[in-house]
């Protein structure tokens, strides 16, 4: 009988510290939600091109900008195919005065690749954000 208690209380620890462990990762970030949607963030300072990835459906863009130095800065960042020139589909292109609050970008329609890429032309540092809705 005591047996038999002794492996409830360690069962119910275990489920306990699993518990924790999950919810931890969840606040932590290392660990999202299974119906959150998903994303692909891409981040940097000044001009940059991302790596190739496989996009299709209609995304969200959520980005920031701050300029680095006590200037004004720009961004201009569109999704460009390696495959073909014809498609560029401009994702942002603003000032940055280091005040803006930018909302997100919705319903951006981006047909089935597998070549896509982001180039980014700025003087900020800066983040996008393609979540697939």
Do not use: K
């Not at 606040?27 to 119906?35: D, I, K, Q, Y």
């Not at 963030?41 to 459906?57: D, Q, V, W």
């Not at 495959?83 to 603003?94: A, F, K, M």
Request: hydrophobic share 45%; proline share 8%.
């Amino acid at each position: 009988m005591g047996f038999g208690i002794a492996a409830g209380f360690v069962l119910f620890m275990l489920v306990v510290v699993l518990a924790v462990a999950f919810l931890f990762a969840i606040v932590a970030g290392g660990l999202t939600w299974p119906f959150a949607p998903r994303g692909s963030l891409f981040a940097g300072t000044g001009p940059a091109t991302s790596s190739s990835m496989r996009l299709a459906g209609t995304y969200t863009v959520e980005w920031t900008a701050q300029p680095t130095s006590p200037s004004a800065c720009h961004i201009d960042a569109g999704l460009f195919s390696s495959g073909s020139s014809s498609v560029y589909i401009p994702l942002v292109y603003t000032p940055v005065d280091g005040n803006l609050d930018p909302g997100p970008i919705r319903a951006i329609e981006v047909p089935a690749r597998d070549d896509y890429f982001i180039r980014v032309d700025s003087g900020c540092a800066w983040s996008i954000r393609l979540v697939n809705e």
